[in-house]
């Protein structure tokens, strides 16, 4: 397994691209450890399988290098680059059994039949397929196939990384949630160098030791799923991770307070924000105590969804959502207060740090 570098890579498909918007990934600078689990989260189209691709080689940046190891390898195929890859399709060989398929990448390179049959079978045994390796490929469900092509991103040991793009698409909910954390134990068990593509924030947060947020052909976080919750480095972080996202609001800074509209909020520190006045405050839903005390809300909406309640309001004029537990008290006059510590300020969509 390899550490991987992605050294100031863009990336543009059309001829001439001449401003940002002409690239689908506009810099991405990068380095994922050897042996991490990471996932490649974001919206459609904001460049996950362009980075992929190009991490694999079946793709060619316009600018820049990707290093295995230091080594350089961007101009090498895919196959020279030693990497498995899993697609959101299956990819297998119709005509061959289960058994064959998966032992046919590790008979390709050499290894002897013994140790292919122990792998086989252990990878087998993973994916709950044991007693259909006898039966020809062609004959399985659409599920079972997928399955056959996570086993053969899996079978070799001796890849740089397993590269996953959506795997899971096809594969029923349940199915989904058994595969996920065999994927987190079998990573545990031989540390492979894994990144998973995926726009499903549950399935990004569940799998990774580190998730990797991707917004319009850029990184903009990299952190643990506590992280990306808790510290939103972008607006856009904020509002993907999350259900209801982070609201964010205009604000102003004076001093160690901000303003939205006519309410005033004692932050206990200044925000590094240049000079700017004009930012955007963030807070969880999750995060915002209703009660008694504090600063006036209008309530406009409760809506149960399970074990908690979003509330829907306007706070200074901005519409905000509020989530407090199934069996919280909602007075009729309510009040919101925020924690500082709670509240992430934002310029130009980034998130600051303290004066
Ligand atoms: P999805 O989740 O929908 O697969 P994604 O995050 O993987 O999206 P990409 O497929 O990498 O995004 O696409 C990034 C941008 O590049 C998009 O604007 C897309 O339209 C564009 N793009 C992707 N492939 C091509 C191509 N072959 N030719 C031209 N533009 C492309």
């Known amino acids: 397994m390899a550490r991987i570098t992605l050294d100031h890579i863009r990336h543009a498909y059309g001829p001439n691209p001449k401003t940002d918007k002409d690239y689908a990934l506009k810099e991405v600078d990068h380095e994922w450890t050897d042996g991490g689990a990471y996932a490649l989260l974001g919206p459609s189209g904001c460049g996950k399988t362009t980075l992929l691709n190009i991490i694999s080689g079946l793709l060619q940046p316009s600018h820049g290098r990707i290093l295995f190891g230091g080594q350089d390898v961007t101009m090498l195929s895919t196959q020279a680059r030693n990497i498995a890859q899993v697609f959101q399709f299956p990819v297998i060989y119709d005509t061959m059994t289960v058994y064959d398929n998966l032992a046919f990448p590790l008979r390709n390179r050499g290894v002897s039949e013994a140790d292919v049959d122990r792998r086989v079978r252990e990878i087998l045994e993973m994916i709950d397929l044991a007693d259909w390796a006898k039966r020809k490929a062609q004959r399985l469900t659409a599920d079972q196939k997928q399955k056959i092509s996570l086993g053969r991103g899996l079978v070799r040991n001796d890849v740089n990384a397993i590269l ?26 031989f540390g492979f160098t894994m990144v998973y593509v995926t726009h499903d924030q549950t399935e990004a947060l569940t799998f990774a030791e580190k998730v990797v947020v991707m917004y319009e052909g850029e990184i903009v976080q990299i952190g643990t799923p506590t992280e990306l919750f808790e510290r939103p480095s972008h607006t856009f972080v904020g509002y993907f991770i999350g259900s209801p996202g982070m609201n964010v609001m205009p604000a102003e800074v004076a001093g ?11 932050l206990g520190y200044a925000p590094k924000t240049n000079g700017a006045a ?39 004029d901005q519409p905000i959502a509020i989530v407090v537990p199934e069996d919280a008290e909602i007075p009729a006059d309510a009040r919101v207060s925020f924690d500082p510590d709670a509240i992430s300020i934002y310029a130009g969509s980034w998130r600051v740090g303290r004066e």
């Open 164 to 189: 996953f793009d959506e795997p899971l698409t096809v594969i029923d909910p349940h199915m989904k949630w058994v595969l996920r954390s065999q994927l987190k134990r079998l990573h545990k068990q």
């Open 256 to 266: 160690n307070t901000v303003k939205i509209g006519s309410e005033t909020i004692s």
């Open 278 to 316: 004009k930012v955007e405050l963030g807070i969880r839903p999750e995060f915002i105590r209703l009660g008694r005390e504090g600063m006036p809300v209008s309530i406009s909406k409760v809506e149960d969804i399970g074990r908690q309640k979003i509330v829907r309001a306007r706070f200074a």
